[in-house]
């Protein structure tokens, strides 16, 4: 009896781990229209058919447990639902023994119980046999895809990863950044990823690859997307307050649209009026989490009407809204704080260009 409570107890515990699991995936398929697109949608001046993919809402596309497939390593798809219908056999068999024997042999007056057999040879041979039969099946489908997700392929296409509160940045190999991850379909992806703060976790559920990433060290991620599409790109692992703003996109291009697409979009970033490269940091760089531009506070001062200001900082001192105050305020943040703002802005130093800085000014005043 003992035994079978266990293995029931591990058969439920099992079966509730499938479901918790797979509804967490579900949550994964995002509604349409979520309020992440607004910010898309607001961008400034970008080439219109670049302008027209950014604006793609994800797909929402999948099955009760599990979102759309869109890389090779969803063909591990099959060993979940393996589990799932083995912990379900399981778990409704073994109830329906326990229910039926509890009442058959359950004590009564007058009821004597019936003598039980020491041993029986057919009956252990063959809850030892099928069982490693299962646990077999389940190493070998469990490594091929462990493998699959864990080794670097032939020539993959490398895209650098960063992660920090509470923005990614993505580096391709033509010099662009987005806060997007983009690809070119039937391509071997590599990720290197590392963080510049917190603990994060790079998270794509239709490619079916998730990945911690871990500050002052690389992690890799390896996959081949295999659909065309646009796809939620999540953070998840809780990284402090906004954690829940680091939800991106991800894209899969055609080959030659992708290389089309990183080339111009890094030109127009490049051609662009200052104020609107500036605008764009604020929604690319992770500004938009701390800083409003409506007036609003938030983790941060907000950036409108602050031009030309005279604010007062924890020192005790004044400081003067201007170029060279935004300047050290992206620097060295701590530097000169306002008092009632807590000091958790990271450096940006190394990370915006010369040009995205004074972008970052000329936006601020024209925020009059
Ligand atoms: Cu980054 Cu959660």
Not at 87 to 97: E, M, V
Not at 138 to 163: C, H, N
Not at 218 to 232: C, E, K, M, N, V
Not at 305 to 326: F, N, P
Request: charged residues 20%.
């Amino acid at each position: 009896m003992k035994t079978i409570c266990t293995s029931i107890a591990i058969c439920v515990l099992l079966a509730l781990g499938s479901v918790a699991h797979a509804q967490d995936s579900a949550a994964g398929a995002p509604a349409a229209g979520a309020p992440a697109d607004a910010a898309a949608a607001k961008a400034p001046a970008l080439p219109a058919w670049i302008q027209e993919i950014n604006d793609r809402p994800w797909d929402t596309g999948g099955t009760f447990w599990l979102p759309t497939k869109a890389s090779l390593q969803a063909d591990s798809d099959f060993m979940f639902y393996a589990v799932l219908a083995l912990s379900l056999f399981f778990l409704t068999g073994i109830t329906a023994f326990v229910v039926y024997f509890t009442i058959k042999y359950r004590h009564r007056p007058g009821h004597k119980a019936e003598p039980s057999s020491h041993h029986n040879d057919a009956l252990e041979i063959t809850w030892s046999v099928i069982p490693t039969i299962i646990c077999v099946f389940l190493f070998i489908g469990g490594w091929d895809g462990y493998v699959s997700m864990q080794t670097r392929p032939a020539e993959p296409l490398l895209i650098k990863v960063t992660a920090k509160k509470w923005v990614w940045d993505f580096e391709y190999p033509n010099g662009w950044h987005s806060p997007n991850l983009h690809v070119p379909i039937d391509q071997p992806i590599e990720l290197q990823m590392t963080s510049l703060d917190v603990l994060h976790a790079f998270y794509v559920p239709p490619f079916r690859v998730k990945q911690d990433i871990v500050p002052r060290r690389y992690t890799y991620i390896y996959f081949t997307p295999s659909r065309l599409g646009t796809y939620r790109l999540y953070c998840a692992e809780y990284c402090g307050m906004n954690h829940s703003l680091m939800k991106e996109k991800a894209f899969v291009h055609e080959a030659a649209t992708w290389q089309r697409f990183i080339d111009e979009a890094k030109a127009a970033e490049q051609n662009m009026d200052p104020k609107d490269l500036g605008k764009m940091v604020w929604e690319k760089k992770g500004c938009i989490a701390c800083h409003t531009i409506d007036g609003g506070a938030k983790v941060g001062p907000t950036w409108k009407g602050s031009w030309g200001q005279q604010v007062k900082l924890t020192d005790g001192t004044t400081a003067t809204v201007d170029a060279a105050y935004v300047r050290t305020s992206i620097m060295e943040p701590q530097k000169q704080l306002q008092p009632g703002y807590p000091p958790s802005m990271p450096t940006y130093a190394g990370q915006l260009s010369e040009a995205e800085i004074n972008g970052v000014a000329a936006f601020i005043e024209s925020l009059k």
